[in-house]
Every structure is written in C-alpha cells, then in structure tokens.
C-alpha cells in the first residue's frame, strides 16, 4: 500500500490537512474537534501527518 505525506497548517475555523501527492484534503473543526473529509484524493494510500500535538496516522479496519 503506498504512504502519502499530509501538511497540516493552521486555518481559521480550525486545522486543514493537504496531501502533497494527490490532493486529498481534510479539515479538523475548531470548536467539535470533528474531522471532515474536504476531498478523498487517493483513497487506497494511506495518509500521515501532524502539525503541533494533533497526528493523522493511517488506521487498518478489519471486518
């Protein structure tokens, strides 16, 4: 499975996660903490990445 690279940076309503290989973007609301998926880029890779105290590693569900 290939490992994507995410860049966070620090948004107004909270915090924005970009893949630097293709494109998937994922934002973390201030206020609830929620995480939204803004758009899915590749869906098989597995994506990492942090920015201060918040990491996004990647999670293998089983059925």
């Not at 499975?1 to 290989?21: D, K, P, Q």
């Not at 201030?30 to 998926?37: A, F, H, P, Q």
């Amino acid at each position: 499975m290939t490992e994507h690279r995410l860049i966070g940076t620090v948004a107004a309503g909270g915090l924005l996660f970009e893949c630097e290989s293709c494109g998937r973007r994922l934002g973390i609301e201030r206020g609830s903490g929620e995480l939204v998926i803004l758009d899915h880029g590749d869906r098989a890779a597995q994506h990492r990445g942090s920015i201060g105290d918040v990491e996004l590693t990647a999670t293998v569900v089983q059925p």
